[in-house]
Protein backbone atom coordinates (compact mmCIF):
# COMPACT_ATOMS: atom_id res chain seq x y z
CA UNK A 1 0.00 0.00 0.00
CA UNK A 2 1.25 3.38 -1.31
CA UNK A 3 0.72 6.91 0.91
CA UNK A 4 -2.11 7.71 -1.50
CA UNK A 5 -3.76 5.13 -0.83
CA UNK A 6 -7.45 4.99 1.25
CA UNK A 7 -8.20 1.61 3.82
CA UNK A 8 -9.46 -0.71 0.56
CA UNK A 9 -6.58 0.21 -1.52
CA UNK A 10 -7.80 2.03 -3.78
CA UNK A 11 -5.76 5.30 -4.83
CA UNK A 12 -8.02 8.22 -3.72
CA UNK A 13 -5.63 10.82 -3.94
CA UNK A 14 -5.10 11.26 -7.75
CA UNK A 15 -8.06 13.69 -9.81
CA UNK A 16 -10.44 11.99 -11.88
CA UNK A 17 -10.47 13.47 -15.29
CA UNK A 18 -13.58 13.37 -17.48
CA UNK A 19 -13.07 13.22 -21.44
CA UNK A 20 -15.49 14.36 -23.67
CA UNK A 21 -15.87 13.28 -27.44
CA UNK A 22 -15.58 16.52 -29.80
CA UNK A 23 -17.34 17.05 -32.74
CA UNK A 24 -13.69 15.77 -34.38
CA UNK A 25 -14.08 12.69 -32.62
CA UNK A 26 -10.83 13.71 -30.82
CA UNK A 27 -10.79 13.47 -26.94
CA UNK A 28 -10.51 16.51 -24.71
CA UNK A 29 -10.78 17.42 -21.23
CA UNK A 30 -13.39 18.85 -20.17
CA UNK A 31 -12.68 20.84 -17.28
CA UNK A 32 -14.64 24.06 -16.61
CA UNK A 33 -11.25 25.82 -15.86
CA UNK A 34 -9.56 24.92 -19.29
CA UNK A 35 -8.70 27.93 -21.04
CA UNK A 36 -10.87 29.12 -23.76
CA UNK A 37 -9.79 30.14 -27.09
CA UNK A 38 -6.46 29.78 -28.81
CA UNK A 39 -3.68 30.72 -26.54
CA UNK A 40 -1.60 33.52 -27.47
CA UNK A 41 2.06 34.07 -26.31
CA UNK A 42 2.71 36.91 -23.68
CA UNK A 43 6.12 38.37 -24.40
CA UNK A 44 9.12 38.32 -21.48
CA UNK A 45 9.12 41.99 -20.54
CA UNK A 46 10.97 41.07 -17.31
CA UNK A 47 14.32 41.75 -16.61
CA UNK A 48 16.55 39.06 -15.69
CA UNK A 49 16.82 38.10 -12.50
CA UNK A 50 20.11 39.68 -11.38
CA UNK A 51 19.02 43.00 -12.17
CA UNK A 52 15.32 42.29 -10.62
CA UNK A 53 16.50 41.12 -6.95
CA UNK A 54 19.57 43.58 -6.91
CA UNK A 55 20.88 43.22 -3.02
CA UNK A 56 23.06 45.07 -0.82
CA UNK A 57 26.80 43.72 -0.64
CA UNK A 58 26.77 41.63 2.42
CA UNK A 59 29.86 41.68 5.25
CA UNK A 60 29.99 38.94 7.65
CA UNK A 61 29.77 39.69 10.88
CA UNK A 62 30.20 37.92 14.47
CA UNK A 63 28.27 39.45 17.78
CA UNK A 64 27.59 38.39 20.78
CA UNK A 65 24.34 38.39 21.92
CA UNK A 66 21.37 37.31 24.92
CA UNK A 67 20.37 33.67 24.84
CA UNK A 68 16.91 35.45 25.18
CA UNK A 69 17.44 37.61 22.28
CA UNK A 70 17.99 34.69 20.35
CA UNK A 71 15.83 32.37 20.95
CA UNK A 72 12.95 35.67 20.57
CA UNK A 73 14.10 35.74 16.79
CA UNK A 74 14.44 31.75 16.16
CA UNK A 75 10.83 31.70 17.71
CA UNK A 76 9.49 34.59 15.59
CA UNK A 77 11.66 32.93 12.18
CA UNK A 78 9.79 29.37 12.98
CA UNK A 79 6.04 31.16 13.41
CA UNK A 80 6.69 33.02 9.72
CA UNK A 81 8.69 29.76 7.84
CA UNK A 82 11.50 32.00 8.15
CA UNK A 83 15.10 32.30 8.70
CA UNK A 84 16.44 33.85 11.77
CA UNK A 85 19.47 35.39 10.90
CA UNK A 86 17.13 36.56 7.46
CA UNK A 87 14.48 38.17 10.33
CA UNK A 88 17.86 39.86 12.03
CA UNK A 89 19.38 41.18 8.80
CA UNK A 90 15.72 42.99 8.08
CA UNK A 91 15.22 44.48 11.85
CA UNK A 92 19.11 45.72 11.38
CA UNK A 93 18.00 47.23 7.81
CA UNK A 94 14.73 48.84 8.78
CA UNK A 95 16.45 50.42 11.95
CA UNK A 96 19.19 51.66 10.43
CA UNK A 97 16.93 53.00 7.35
CA UNK A 98 14.78 54.86 10.15
CA UNK A 99 17.40 56.45 11.91
CA UNK A 100 20.30 57.33 9.30
CA UNK A 101 17.87 60.10 7.61
Known amino acids: MGPDDGENGK ?3 KKQIRKAKTNR ?3 SVSDHE ?3 GKPTRV ?3 LPPPEIL ?3 DERIKITIEIEESTLEFFKDQANKTGNKY ?3 MRQVLKQY ?4 SA
Open 11 to 13: NIM
Open 43 to 45: PDF
Open 53 to 55: FKS
Open 96 to 99: AKKY
Open 25 to 27: GAY
Open 85 to 87: QRL
Open 34 to 36: APV
